[in-house]
């Protein structure tokens, strides 16, 4: 199945060319054993057949691949080829990520119906998760030539919507004195915003970064709780409080109310961002969020009527998906 840019159908070998191929030698169910995968790494992300199937190596022995395949296996066959990437399974960040619908590999499901016309995801669609042709209103901090930066330093801020102040910072394996930095205007997130020297070498940088799913992202030290998380339900308020930055449990049976819970602090908690990620949840409770999440309002202290949605991002990883997809929508 081609993907999807645009108005214009390509394939993934028009945006990434491989030099390396491997080729199917067994095919069970959404696993699938791949030889010829020499210097392959764990983790890595490959297209799998034809159609380019997504797959990520989840065991290596020799010059064999175990690949957990996220998509339907059906019409896979031995020495149908095996296309390595060279990197692991990615997420993009940057501005646009609030307000979107992902699946588990953060594919735009919004994005994917529009442009296919389905109601299924397509085999082998690439869209890319976040829209590289939307302009931002781009305002650098108070910067100029010269200046030194390191990683996790913020160097501007971008309006992603009416609630949310989105902070542009430099990627933690980054540093380097300021060579360019783009005055203030309207770039998309593949516009060079930022040049840096270091020891003699300029790299150049976007809003844009993509990072690995499952390489946490380094932090210097971790914040004290000290901010009341207010759920919106007096009992939990009462009974149960907990704190911002904190971690919950909601453990229960079937039918007992966990996804009801976790719903209701998503609409009514007093938290500036919200990432609902449904794994493992059933189609219908999934299906009920996305129906009900995109028509829920909230009011600001100043008045103001403001659509959840511009401080949500929704994961739908239900669960029929295969396990390592869902456990990839975790660090997703």
């Known amino acids: 199945m081609p993907a999807v840019y645009g108005d214009r159908m390509t394939t993934f070998e028009d ?7 491997g080729y ?20 890595e992300l490959v297209r799998v057949g034809h159609d380019n199937l997504i797959g990520e190596i ?5 010059d064999s691949a175990t690949i957990q395949v996220y998509e339907e296996t059906g019409g896979l066959t031995v020495n ?13 960040l940057g501005p646009g990520i609030l307000g979107n619908i992902f699946d588990g590999i953060q594919r735009p499901l919004k994005t994917i119906a529009k442009r296919s016309g389905d109601v299924y995801i397509p085999r082998g669609v690439s869209v890319p998760p976040l829209d590289k042709d939307t302009q931002w209103d781009f305002q650098p901090k108070k910067l100029g030539v010269g200046d030194l930066l390191t990683g996790g330093d913020l160097y501007a801020i971008v309006d992603e919507n009416s609630l949310m102040q989105h902070h542009v910072a430099l990627p933690p394996d980054a540093m380097g004195k300021i060579t360019y930095i783009a005055p203030a205007g309207n770039y998309t997130i593949q516009d060079t915003v930022l040049e840096l020297e270091f020891q003699g070498v300029v790299k150049k940088f976007t809003m844009l970064q993509t990072w690995p799913v499952r390489t946490p992202r380094p932090v210097a030290s971790k914040l004290a709780a000290d901010t009341p998380l207010l759920t919106g339900q007096r009992v939990l308020d009462a009974l149960f409080p907990s704190v911002l930055g904190g971690t919950c449990a909601i453990p229960g049976a079937f039918g007992c109310g966990k996804t009801v819970i976790s719903q209701a602090l998503s609409k009514y908690s007093n938290s500036d961002a919200v990432v609902y990620v449904g794994c493992g949840e059933r189609g219908n409770e999934m299906a009920e969020v996305l129906m009900d999440f995109p028509q829920l309002t909230m009011t600001l202290p100043d008045g103001r009527e403001e659509s959840v949605m511009k401080r949500t991002t929704l994961v739908a990883n239900t669960s029929n998906m295969p396990v390592a997809a869902r ?4 660090y997703t």
């Open 327 to 330: 456990e990839a929508s975790i």
């Open 24 to 43: 199917i030698r067994k095919v069970s169910g959404p696993v699938v054993v791949a030889d010829g995968m020499n210097g392959a790494a764990m983790y």
């Open 80 to 92: 149908d080829p095996v296309l390595r990437t060279h990197k692991p399974l990615s997420v993009e």
């Open 15 to 21: 945006s990434e060319k491989e030099s390396e191929y």
């Open 58 to 62: 989840i065991r290596l022995e020799g």
